[in-house]
């Protein structure tokens, strides 16, 4: 099983920052993708931003210019720098991870507990 703890969550006002954190723990071989995705009320969940073990990144148009996905793979550790942050920024952001517990096994897809993201006007 692999573990995800996001941290970095909470209350800015628009136009501010935020750095959202996931650290990957558990019986992990391999991790392929890390990404973000956010779910706000009464909507589907989303994806926010995307990087691959090789270091290619893919952002939502609602957020290309304004948030930068960064990965840490000594630490098994992804990051979301969230710039210039609006009102519709708010969500629950959900770290996720697709990765393998060993060379035999298949990958699996795993997701963090959720980190709040509140943007006020």
């Known amino acids: 099983q692999v573990q995800l703890v996001e941290s970095g969550g909470g209350l800015v006002q628009a136009g501010g920052s935020l750095r959202l954190s996931c650290a990957a723990s558990?019986?992990?071989?391999?991790?392929?993708?890390m990404a973000w995705y956010r779910q706000a009320p009464g909507k589907e969940r989303e994806l926010v931003a995307t990087?691959?073990?090789?270091?290619?990144?893919n952002y939502a148009d609602s957020v290309k210019g304004r948030f930068t996905i960064s990965r840490d793979n000594t630490k098994n550790t992804v990051y979301l720098q969230m710039n210039s942050l609006k009102p519709e920024d708010t969500a629950v952001y959900y770290c996720?991870?697709?990765?393998?517990?060993?060379?035999?096994?298949?990958?699996?897809?795993?997701w963090g507990q959720g980190t709040q993201v509140t943007v006020s006007s």
């Open positions: 996720n991870a697709v990765a393998r517990n060993s060379y035999y096994s298949p990958q699996y897809k795993y």
């Open positions: 558990g019986s992990i071989f391999t991790i392929n993708v």
């Open positions: 990087h691959t073990t090789g270091g290619s990144t």
